[in-house]
């Protein structure tokens, strides 16, 4: 008898330290509004931490990208589907909790709206941010006013410029990818936003998950505005899309055709249906015009043979090719099901509700008893933090337990906003100058220095002719000098954290260009390093304002000044900065890279590579 007890309490103690898997009856609503209450908080969990000191964050709105130029963590269009999820979390629930938060990391993304900043202004595009990139960012923004009456980006902290509408941001969004709309290949907008792209694959391809997108958004924006535009770009970009990119006898959607020979890549993933099969439901639930739900209705007979393995959603084309896990294909399938649910026939019903009860069980199998269900890998694991963490496992499972809540009948629901401020965390305290108003330089300065500041600078005003005592001229010399310190030391660390996002390019907070982040860290660290302490002698500092540069949306790469320097683009564009020598008005520099410290395997190195834009799936 002793062996077999000791069998038992070994299997027992294995037990409680394993997940058991989660089931969910997917038409309980009360159940599933409770676990997707649980779950969200997991969801929020990592995105302020660090791994082997490295923030999880790019500290501007958005999960860190990559550790090199080949470890990717969570991509950057990722992040726009993250959001969408704590805004969509929101709207059926009322519970806003994590709207503070959300908004203040989105508008650190958007940065100086009014100045087309941010995500949408012209350097994102050359960057590697493209239509479809842009589009999961703005379906958050709609999803964001689908939920609020006349909603604004962080109504709790007020800034010139920062601050614009849920809609407006969405509305902009589907316009600039509207731009990239042309008559080759009878129509269709381009995947890239940058018609000089390097590669000329992707200067020329029209993708079906822009145009799925932009069919999506146009549904959406057409029920919050009411402006039948939207109708009308529905119906253009969608018959492109089946004219040119599907079967019409079975309503398969290829991946997208090359605009030079109008050939299409024969390539299927899932998600540009489900855009599709969802945007086609709104229409048809606004205007109860019936070729858009026989439209749907043969989208979803394609999507339940070609997408499902014994009832389980999946996508075949990751059978062929190595795909990220989970690979983000299914969200849109999810949430187009819930939509779908509403005005699909009996039949229909039950077959979404098989399909997705057998999906359901699957995502939640790695679930745990309180619905954390982030898998633990192999620290080696591509799409994960630095130490295995699968945090996108997560998103998983909060896309499918929203799409049930909706699918269930939880009502989505306009409220008034809650203006109370956001609580400070690392991406919600990290620097940010507007036009009007200057926040502090760092968190954790105190009342008692922007106290000193003010009586400083009544003194310069009133009382310039006033001899200091050498006490507080000393004191105002320490004073300066480490704040000349700190601003260099965060500039260096932000340039920093650029690299790491993987985008050579953002722009400050303060509406100027941020140029190159290696180029700006060498130069910065160079001029703090060369000047002697004795430089600083007390009637010498005064603060001065920076003017601010505000990039013109369709100002050609390299013609924009920083500072006053003349970047000309074709020394530039394109080029690593390794030794070459480059102009600056007239005067020849020699930069030379820094080569990175050899590699701890405690924690990641920052990387210090170009942009590289991460492969689908």
Avoid at 473 to 479: A, D, I, Q
Avoid at 507 to 528: F, P
Wanted: charged share 20%; hydrophobic share 35%.
């Amino acid at each position: 008898m002793k062996q077999p007890l000791q069998h038992v309490l070994a299997a027992l103690a294995l037990a409680g330290f394993s997940r058991a898997a989660q089931t969910l009856d997917v038409t309980n609503q009360a159940a599933i509004l409770a676990a997707a209450k649980a779950a969200t908080p997991y969801l929020k969990k990592h995105f302020d931490g660090s791994v082997g000191g490295v923030l999880n964050n790019n500290g501007i709105g958005a999960w860190l990208e990559q550790y090199g130029v080949k470890r990717y963590v969570v991509q950057w269009h990722e992040s726009g589907m993250y959001w969408d999820l704590f805004y969509t979390y929101y709207s059926y629930t009322g519970d806003g909790q994590y709207n503070a938060w959300v908004d203040k990391n989105v508008q650190l993304a958007l940065g100086d709206y009014n100045g087309q900043m941010g995500f949408l202004d012209q350097m994102s595009a050359i960057s590697g941010r493209w239509n479809d990139d842009i589009g999961w960012w703005g379906i958050a923004m709609i999803s964001a006013a689908e939920g609020s009456i006349g909603g604004i980006v962080a109504p709790g902290d007020i800034s010139e410029g920062h601050n614009p509408k849920y809609v407006d941001v969405g509305g902009a969004t589907h316009s600039q990818m509207f731009e990239n709309w042309d008559t080759g290949c009878g129509g269709g907008i381009f995947w890239a936003r940058d018609r000089s792209a390097k590669s000329e694959s992707d200067r020329y391809y029209k993708s079906a998950i822009t145009n799925a997108q932009h069919v999506e958004m146009s549904a959406r924006l057409m029920v919050l505005t009411g402006d039948t535009k939207y109708q009308t770009s529905f119906d253009q970009v969608y018959d492109w899309t089946m004219t040119h990119l599907a079967d019409q006898a079975t309503y398969a959607v290829y991946d997208g055709l090359d605009n030079r020979s109008c050939m299409k890549d024969a390539k299927q993933y899932s998600y540009y249906s489900g855009e599709l099969l969802a945007g086609l439901a709104i229409m048809y639930k606004a205007t109860q015009t019936q070729k858009y739900l026989d439209e749907a209705n043969k989208h979803f007979l394609h999507i339940s043979s070609a997408f499902t393995r014994n009832s389980i959603l999946y996508d075949p084309q990751c059978d062929l090719e190595k795909c990220k896990q989970p690979t983000g294909f299914l969200w849109a399938i999810y949430k187009s099901f819930s939509v779908f649910y509403e005005v699909a026939s009996a039949d229909n019903k039950a077959q979404i509700t098989s399909i997705m009860q057998a999906s359901a069980n699957d995502v939640f199998k790695n679930c745990d008893s309180d619905w954390n269900c982030i898998r633990q890998l192999s620290a080696d694991t591509d799409f994960t933090l630095w130490d295995g963490t699968n945090v996108r496992d997560q998103f998983e499972t909060v896309a499918m337990l929203n799409s049930l809540a909706i699918m269930s009948g939880a009502k989505i629901t306009q409220r008034k906003q809650d203006t109370t401020p956001a609580p400070a965390t690392p991406a919600a305290s990290a620097k940010k100058e507007d036009t009007g108003s200057k926040t502090l330089m760092y968190a954790g300065i105190g009342g008692g220095v922007g106290l000193l500041i003010l009586i400083a600078a009544i003194s310069v005003c009133y009382s310039r002719g006033k001899k200091r005592s050498k006490e507080q001229r000393e004191h105002e010399l320490s004073r300066r000098i480490h704040d000349d310190a700190t601003l260099n030391r965060t500039r260096v660390g932000r340039n920093e954290d650029l690299l790491a996002a993987g985008s050579p390019m953002n722009v400050q907070r303060n509406g100027s260009l941020k140029h190159d982040a290696s180029l700006h860290e060498q130069t910065w660290q160079k001029e703090y390093d060369q000047r002697p302490p004795q430089q600083y002698q007390p009637q010498q500092f005064q603060y001065q304002q920076q003017q601010q540069q505000q990039f013109q949306p369709h100002q050609p790469y390299g013609q924009q000044a920083y500072g006053q320097q003349q970047f000309q683009p074709q020394q530039f564009q394109g080029q690593q900065f390794q030794g070459q020598q480059y102009q600056f008005q007239g005067q020849t520099q020699q930069f030379q890279q820094q080569q990175p410290p050899p590699q701890q395997p405690q924690q990641p190195q920052q990387p210090h590579q170009e942009y590289a834009y991460a492969p689908r799936g």
